[in-house]
């Protein structure tokens, strides 16, 4: 059974974009691309979750032509993953992802189930919120850019219960991200 991996940017006082979704205030690491980054999240990942905003803005995004290749491929690796896009309001686009309209948990629990891999909860803030709250995330990577932005979506709001982690690793770049790596610790995960 995979796990879900939350993996993610977020500014040193928590916020995981600006109040209308901006993500200007992403600091360029100058030792990897974007390519090089998501070819790295995407290492054992089978299925990503999406929250419907999430997935309207970035579930179908594709880079234009003047794209370095490993970022074009980097992008055909990420389709080529299932997704499952979580709303109350959408039930399909096509047949790109699978839509769950109801029920989370016992979704989550059968799609654990049968994925082989990992699965990339990629967000929004409320299917963050949501996942967390029924004790599912088993793993959070962060990556904390050294900005400060005052205001925005925060990473974590509304959290019911307190959730213990054990670090896994650290790694800091150049450009002063600092990648936190931490697992669960006990805390009721649902399997």
């Known amino acids: 059974m995979g796990k879900i991996v939350l993996d993610l940017a977020v500014t040193l006082d928590g916020y995981i974009s600006g109040p209308n979704g901006e993500i200007d205030w992403l600091v360029k690491d100058v030792e990897k691309d974007f390519g090089d980054i998501l070819a790295e999240i995407l290492v054992g990942i089978d299925a990503i979750f999406y929250g419907r905003v999430s997935y309207d803005l970035w579930g179908n995004y594709q880079p234009d032509d003047k794209a370095s290749l ?3 491929e980097s992008y055909k690796l990420l389709h080529s993953k299932t997704k499952y896009v979580f709303s109350k309001t959408k039930n399909n ?11 989370l948990e016992k979704n989550i629990l059968a799609i654990k189930q049968e994925v082989r891999g990992d699965i990339w909860l990629y967000g929004g803030g409320k299917l963050i919120t949501a996942v ?18 005052g205001n925005g979506i925060p990473l974590f709001s509304n959290i019911k219960n307190s959730i213990r982690l054990n670090l896994i690793s650290t790694e800091k770049s150049k450009s002063g991200i600092v990648l936190l790596s931490y697992e669960t610790k006990g805390n009721g995960q649902k399997q």
């Open 132 to 149: 967390m709250n029924l004790g599912m995330v088993d793993i959070y990577r962060l990556a904390v850019h050294p900005v400060i932005i």
């Open 70 to 72: 490993k970022l074009k």
């Open 93 to 103: 686009d096509e047949g790109k992802a699978i839509f769950i309209n109801s029920d």
